[in-house]
């Protein structure tokens, strides 16, 4: 007999036809609707688009390596990985890079997510990432956008973008001497003659100093004074729409840089529905052998 909770004769007064059969169990079904893998990878899609930042490859604009990027998408992309086919991964890898890293990956050919990832890094190397970090410490341009209230997160970042680079660990130390002299003077630290421990005491003493005085703030210098003074004479409320031209930085417009991946992906979706509705029908076909 059939009762209220019925989700298929009582979604729609019309007559069902067998097609129909599995789109409707899909919309009106919680139990399967949970275990349905097209819901379940777009679900993880999702996730992956507000986790893992977006990636240029440009050295002279992202903050992170190749290798932190990577390190990164492995981890939170993890779970998909262990649960659906390779190509689901691999279409949502080429979604989240842009620019010149989506164009040294997106003609060549991979087996593997891994293939993918370790060609982005030979491609995109550490050591000129942390060269181009270096000059833009120099120029005050990694600092832009720094405050009293995330400067100190911006400084632990690069160190371990540095690693054990020892002219960054100089370079990063006399940045931070001149964001904060009188602060950095108080720890008595040689800014060109230290080792990554003494660094990070004399930044932990700082952060407390950030925390305790509410006049302790970054004296911001070079390219990220230059913007902050622009960005002080600046109206928020009257700012400019950026004109839209379908070009990004000189690059593949955006349908471009997506196409490959939301090929892949659409593909991979029409491929699940099928199974699912094949599946749907054997079970049918089995429940009325059942019943015979």
Known sequence: LTTLSDPIMFTNRRSLSEPDLPDVVMRHSPTLRAANPAIKLEEELKVARILVPKYSGDANKEMISSETWSSIFLQKMQKMRSSFDQCYAQAALLELLTGQAFECLQSADFDTVDAMVEHLCSTFKRPHFQLALIKRMQSGEAFIGCTRDNVIMRLKHILRELGDHIGGLVSLAQATEMMFPTEWHLQKVDSQNLSTEQYQGAL????????????????????????????????????????????????????????????KREKALEEENAKLKQQVAANKSASHMGKD
Request: positive net charge.
């Open 204 to 263: 932990l003493a700082i952060a407390e100093d950030l925390a305790i005085h509410h006049d302790v703030a970054p004296k911001l210098f070079g390219k990220a004074k230059a913007t902050e003074g622009k960005a002080s004479m600046a109206q928020p409320d009257v700012a400019k729409p950026a004109k839209n031209t379908g070009v990004a930085d000189g690059g593949p417009s955006h349908s471009q840089r997506r196409k490959a991946a939301r090929k």
